[in-house]
């Protein structure tokens, strides 16, 4: 583990931890920031936050679109959004896709990627709250003896940053992924059955 953050730390504190991370995908490079704990431990709250007190998730957008305004260079920033439910792939800004439609792929110029997942474009404040909100409202949930309302998934929010040098021409292509991984319990804490314990 890179930090493990006290149940008392802000969310404001969180993004500040990781910002430096988030700046380097402007950069060009792979970034990848995982949640892990287990139930009631607020990895989706510090991922997701709320509309008040925002998490890691919408932050992040938030920051990659105020750090490439104003610029020499011209980005392009698209985000999609999806969780992993019972080893399914769902897409949570576009629900409707059947689960069997999606899988992951290998590009042939190498990374992986989800054919058929809805992309889209981050081109203002606005759209980065219905892109975060959109996605929240569509995560599975279920009930466990640890939280009323525990993330049955993984849910992950991948981020593109394409780069253009107006100047140069030369180009910088960075992805980042911001994982809100499904409980690490023991069933035995959870009392989790059924579908929930599959």
């Known amino acids: 583990m890179d930090n493990v953050f006290h149940m008392d730390i802000s969310q ?11 700046r380097s995908a402007i950069d060009g490079y792979n970034v990848c920031i995982f949640a892990y704990g287990q139930t009631g431990s607020r990895k989706t709250d ?32 698209e985000a999609s ?10 897409d949570l800004l576009n629900p409707d896709t059947p689960a069997d439609k999606l899988e992951v792929k290998m590009k042939p110029e190498g ?4 054919p058929g ?14 892109i975060v909100e959109t996605g929240r409202q ?4 279920a009930a466990t003896s640890m939280n ?20 140069t021409g030369s180009k910088t292509f960075g992805r980042l992924n911001l994982v809100d991984l499904a409980g690490s319990e023991r069933v ?11």
């Open 12 to 22: 404001s504190q969180v993004f500040e931890e990781v910002s430096s991370l988030v």
């Open 111 to 114: 990374g992986l990627y989800v």
């Open 46 to 77: 510090t991922m997701e936050g709320s509309s008040s007190d925002p998490g890691v998730n919408q932050r992040t957008l938030q920051f990659l679109y105020e750090e490439t305004k104003n610029s020499s260079w011209q980005y392009n920033i």
């Open 188 to 198: 035995s804490k959870s009392h989790a059955d059924g579908a929930s314990l599959k």
């Open 117 to 130: 997942l809805v992309t889209v474009p981050v081109r203002s404040l606005a759209e980065i709250n219905k």
């Open 148 to 167: 009323e309302r525990s993330s049955r998934s993984h849910c992950l929010l991948c981020v593109s940053v394409v780069g253009v040098n107006l100047l």
């Open 138 to 141: 569509n995560r599975s949930t």
């Open 81 to 90: 959004m999806f969780e992993i439910y019972n080893e399914t792939i769902r």
